[in-house]
């Protein structure tokens, strides 16, 4: 379980009085009295935020992260302060450095060796598999001559067998606490990489990052796991609190795969490649990084999924990051009893600002890196050396070299790379829009290899040109015939896209026929044949021409509005952008849960997920399936049967195990679902015997995808959790009594009779009166949810007035300090508005709230609340 530690004052006569020693009361840390803090940075560094302590003991760790009270020193609204808020942070260039606050004012707050300085110390106790135990935040003072600095290659000399440095025994302790933390955060699910050979490690935010030059392996995971940890210490402990801060969220894309599987990645390119190249570093970082989204600041924790922390803070980086000095004002006054300079609303409108400069600088980056590419490009071709131009700088150098005439060199090298097969339609469909000298001659041949060696690029290679011309033609239409047996039949295709139609081409199979078609539009619109003369088809039986759009262009074609599409187009096309997503990840998700809350996301396209190896879309399925056990609950056999034939095995019913408890005018079921080797937990307290057959085959899929743990073949549903699923039961249907009858949407719910709410402030507005103001017994035997909700009479009626003051927000932080999965929440349009439904799993079981509104926003909050009411309400 997890402690504060007291707080002890530094006192600063002397430099060993600095660290953490065995506590001498459970609960309290004191003072070693051979301590130095460790400053860790870069030769010549002259912003130090940070210095750390760490003492091994037999069980564990102590650590303390001592942070430069940088607040102290800078005035909340001064110039300096307006300044460092137009920077956002400390910018590191190859002309120098430009400090956030000014030399003058960094000189003046930087840790020093020679000069006291005030810090906020943030002690952690951790176990020997990196649990953190206890934890305090305080403020203290460091001592002149009680840090002393380190760079990265002192660190590593320090840490060599046959060191004589004074604090070899301290260093060592950091970095197996280090390499500790870092393996746990990778068992918890992380994206958390540290190659030491090849200098590749992932960021504080969780990319994938090489080292740059002066930095060591060792005393980089030092720092970075030390102030990971010390700034999730932080968020948790300003959540506990209820203290406003900015927090660091990190959102999963819809389409990143989980943690294990980019860790697999990783590893899979890492052992293939004994010296990693820069070109090479930088596609595999390009390819694992663009699976993850930014990191924004928002005054509510929301989660780090890079981190895979449920609540993080930027707080160790005042000198060089506002965040950090915002944060820490707010830090400092609660320890100071002063009210926090900044109102929710304040630190709103920061975080935004913050976020926006990023973002601009970002993109003023990336625009001029793109410069800077094209320049390279051209250089590249100047020079006729292309040994080591791959992927994104390949194609550059063929969209420069298009517009010219075509250098030798160059054709050389297509040739070269068309007869390797390394040409994909991207790149053929660029030099297919060449205008240069030379460039027809050679795309002849290219196309003459292409079609040998990688036949299956015509349609990817219709679709970029398509995509490259930017117009809203319709994707290629395929006409079709069948001749011969049945047995042995004999298949004739023709495909017209652009106005240009191709020959009739046969093949033994529809696929082959259509594709053969496909390249002589290729063909055509590369200007290397002309369009075949319109003929009429074979005259072959009687099976009649069927026309639809081409099987393996209309997925890839230009953007076709796939809200539009239905039936086997629509079936067509997610399941060749599950495939090959093509850049539509975020379109087609979004699509996905429109139609999953729709009740109408089909079998067929969810299997397809489930099937798709890569695993990069099982946590979008999660969501889809969380959503369709409400929407669609009928749907999860077929499913099942579905991703069966999809991964060509013999289909059959997944085996039910089915246990009745209760009454017999009131049973409860018990049920278990197995196929193959994946066996469910016990789906529980269900009134009705189908619904949790249903719930139970939907936990299948979700045991199948690897978002939720198999159950044990020795589990045995308990008289406890009958009891906690009954009551859950109950709240789901009159949470859930409100939809429609055989139509799977929500109407208004009963207790939301007359005009809806329409915004949060409204939903507060109604709150009643807390009713109770004693901490219920039921509460008092989870010590995290007295934390949430106990304390004397006026600390409730505080905690309960912030709680409905922002339901939503106070429920996520909930969630969070309860180191609980994040709530699930259910959405539906109604008339006039939407429904919500949230489900928080707590200590004392599942909570659900349901609440209507007339926008998305306000639905959560009034679900919300309903699950605020009845936490403080519990007896």
Known sequence: ?????????????????????????????????????????????????????????????????????????????????????????????????????????????????????????????????????????????????????????????????????????????AYRLARTLIAARRAAGAFAVFDAARGMVTSEEGQLVAMQSGQTPAAYLIVQELMVAANATLARWAIELELPILFRNHVRSAVAPPADALLADVAAELSASPVMTPDALQALTARVNQTLRPATYQPVAIGHFGLQIPAYAHATSPLRRYADLVTQRQVLAQLDGLEPPYAPSVLDDIAEAINSTLRDRAQQISATASATRRKQAATTIASGDYTHTHGRDWLRVL???????????????????????????????????????????????????????????????????????????????????????????????????????????????????????????????????????????????????????????????????????????????????????????????????????DGTLEPPVVAALLADDSGRWWPLLGELVATMRTTAPHAANSTLSAWQQLRGAPVGSPDLEVRQFGTPHAPLFAIRARLQQWLTSWQCGHAKKAAATQQALWDLVDVIAGNAPPGAVDDAPTAPELEAAADRENGKTIALAHLKRGTGRAAVPPHAEGPLMSSPAEVTASAPPLAHTEVPAQVREHAALVAALGGTPTERAKKYRNAVKSPTAWINNLAAVLHSDAPEVDTTSIEGGYTATITINTPVGAVVGSGAGTNQKTARAVASLGIVLHLFSLT
């Open 399 to 597: 969209r420069i070299a298009a517009d010219t005439a075509l250098p030798p060199s160059l054709a050389t090298e297509v040739r070269r790379r068309a007869d390797a097969g390394e040409l994909d339609g991207g790149q053929l469909a660029v030099m297919m829009r060449a205008t240069g000298h030379g460039w027809p001659g050679l795309l002849e041949q290219v196309i003459a290899a292409a079609r040998r060696v990688t036949p299956h690029a015509a349609a990817s290679t219709i679709s970029a040109w398509h995509q490259a011309e930017d117009d809203d033609r319709p994707a290629p239409q395929a006409e079709y015939r069948q001749d011969g047996p049945p047995h042995d039949p004999t298949f004739t295709a023709r495909v017209t896209f652009a106005g240009v139609a191709s020959s009739w081409t046969s093949a033994a199979s529809k696929k082959l026929a259509e594709r053969e078609a496909l390249w002589e539009i290729v063909e055509v619109l590369a200007g290397v044949r002309d369009a075949p003369t319109p003929a009429d088809p074979p005259q072959v039986g009687d099976t009649g021409l069927a026309r639809q759009p081409a099987d393996q262009a209309t997925p890839e074609g230009a953007p076709v509005e796939l809200e539009t599409l239905s039936g086997k187009g629509w079936l067509r096309a997610a399941r060749a952008l599950i495939s090959d997503p093509a850049g539509r990840e975020d379109e087609l998700a979004r699509e996905l849960r429109r139609r999953a809350d």
């Open 1 to 173: 379980m997890h402690r504060h530690l007291g707080r002890t004052p530094l006192r600063s006569r002397r430099v060993t009085e600095v660290g953490l020693a065995p506590p001498r009361r459970p609960g309290r840390v004191a003072r070693s009295c051979r301590m130095t803090a460790l400053m860790i940075d870069g030769a010549g560094s002259l912003d130090r935020d940070d210095a750390v302590t760490v003492t091994e003991r037999g069980d564990g760790w102590d650590a303390t992260v001592y942070v430069a009270a940088v607040a102290d020193v800078v005035p909340l609204g001064s110039p300096a302060d307006r300044s460092a808020l137009a920077r956002v942070h400390t910018r590191y260039r190859r002309s120098g450095v430009k400090p956030m606050l000014g030399r003058e004012l960094e000189d003046a707050a930087t840790l020093s060796s020679t000069q006291p300085r005030p810090v906020v110390a943030i002690g952690m106790r951790f176990t020997n598999d990196g649990s953190l135990t206890a934890s305090s935040i305080s403020r203290d003072l460091l001592p002149a001559g009680a840090a002393i600095a380190y760079t990265h290659q002192q660190v590593g000399a320090a840490l060599s067998p046959n060191s004589t440095d004074p604090q070899r025994a301290q260093l060592s302790a």
